[in-house]
């Protein structure tokens, strides 16, 4: 069964500060997803990552895909408010379901 | 504009009465999806549809149903056989293969 697991849950940090988001995944998977809600909101899609090693960037935001260490990351430079929200990655099961991580509250404080 | 549609927007029910939750999407999109969020919490997939008049379980499927008459409409039914229906319920689509999920702004279900 495919996990998807994020860290952290909660991330609180201030304009101008750089971070990264981090997402953990049990199984064999070639896609993987960043998507962005905010509070009350629905999902905003940001990145799909196809590859082993592939580097997407929009922005402060930029993710990447290791597949080999099931592993990928957000990360976000020099951080601005309008960047606060929740953060998910979701993996491929599939047969095109996604499998979700719990999602990373983003705070930027000024 | 193309999108995907869902309504009400914020849904009260009593305990032990079915709810249905309406989807829409005029992208011409081939796979439909139902996801449910708690609190706090990821999405977890309900039913998805990858074509007409066919559709599968998720992985919290019990006490919910759906029906794909229409290439554009998904409507899921709570049933009162749903345990803890009160959640934030999210609809999606994609082209078959693509992958990359549009999500509908989603429906509040409030069950007391």
């Known amino acids: 069964e495919l996990k998807v697991e994020q860290n952290p849950l909660f991330l609180s940090m201030q304009e101008g500060k750089n971070y990264t988001i981090y997402c953990n995944y049990s199984?064999?998977?070639?896609?993987l997803y960043w998507y962005r809600q905010d509070p009350g909101k629905s999902l905003e899609s940001l990145f799909v990552?196809?590859?082993?090693?592939a580097v997407k960037q929009e922005g402060r935001l930029m993710a990447s895909l290791d597949t080999k260490a099931r592993l990928s990351t957000l990360h976000i430079t020099a951080a601005v408010h309008d960047l606060s929200a929740t953060y998910f990655c979701?993996?491929?099961?599939?047969?095109?379901?996604?499998?979700f991580g719990q999602g990373t509250r983003l705070t930027i404080n000024p | 504009d193309g999108g995907i549609t869902q309504s009400p927007k914020y849904l009260f029910r009593k305990e032990g009465q079915n709810v249905t939750l309406s989807c829409e999407q005029n992208?011409?999109?081939?796979?439909m999806y139902w996801y449910r969020q708690d609190p706090g919490q990821g999405l977890r997939l309900i039913y998805y549809?990858?074509?007409?008049?066919?559709?599968q379980k998720g992985d919290i499927a019990e006490g919910y149903s759906v029906s794909r008459e229409k290439k554009e409409s998904f409507p899921l039914t709570v049933t009162s056989a749903q345990k803890n229906p009160t959640a934030f319920y999210l609809c999606?689509?994609?082209?078959?293969?693509?992958?990359?999920?549009?999500f509908g702004n989603g429906t509040r279900l409030t069950v007391t």
């Open positions: 549809s990858q074509i007409v008049n066919d559709f």
């Open positions: 199984t064999t998977s070639d896609r």
């Open positions: 999606a689509s994609t082209p078959q293969g693509q992958g990359t999920l549009h």
């Open positions: 992208l011409n999109h081939d796979a």
């Open positions: 990552l196809l590859s082993n090693g």
């Open positions: 979701a993996v491929d099961g599939g047969a095109q379901k996604l499998v």
